[in-house]
């Protein structure tokens, strides 16, 4: 082998890996949007930068996932039972530049920490239901 093939080889090897990492995050992304119960939201904690991703509800729990993220774990978890809906409003002149367009901004706590989520009305109102659905803490089971 000539000393001209090994740039070409190392150009295609980085190619084919990035081509590859790609594909990596479209099947991810099909897995998750596939189950259901997902919705596209995106995450403000209390750093105030906003982080695009995937919720998911489960039965006891509301899963986030970073969207840019090849691990199948969510980054954040949130208990049914300790997360309290606070209210809904429009996002401000400088979140509209950093979340997706009409949206709302759902400000949510859980187990005494403040965050903000943006998706849109629908999905805001699937999470309103699934919060109500669920159980007085201390009366009942789960069902």
């Known amino acids: 082998m ?3 093939a090994i740039p070409f080889i190392a150009l295609a090897t980085a190619l084919a890996l990035l081509v590859f990492t790609l594909c990596l995050f479209g099947v991810r992304r099909f897995n998750l949007r596939r189950a259901l119960g997902t ?3 995106s995450i403000c904690m209390a750093d105030n930068s906003w982080q695009m991703g995937v919720c ?3 039965d006891t729990e ?3 996932f970073r969207l840019l993220s090849l691990s199948p774990r ?3 978890r949130f208990r049914r039972s300790s ?3 606070l209210g809904r409003r429009r996002p401000t002149d400088e979140e509209l530049v950093k979340v997706q367009p009409d949206v709302v901004v759902v400000e949510l706590r859980h187990e005494g920490t403040s965050f903000l989520l943006a998706m849109n009305f629908d999905a805001y109102a699937g999470l309103s239901s699934w919060l109500e659905a669920g159980p007085v803490i201390g009366v009942g089971t789960w069902r």
Request: hydrophobic share 40%; glycine share 0%; no cysteine.
């Open 2 to 4: 000539d000393d001209s």
């Open 39 to 41: 919705v596209d939201a």
């Open 56 to 58: 998911r509800y489960q």
């Open 62 to 64: 509301l899963e986030w």
């Open 74 to 76: 969510p980054l954040h």
């Open 83 to 85: 997360l309290e809906l």
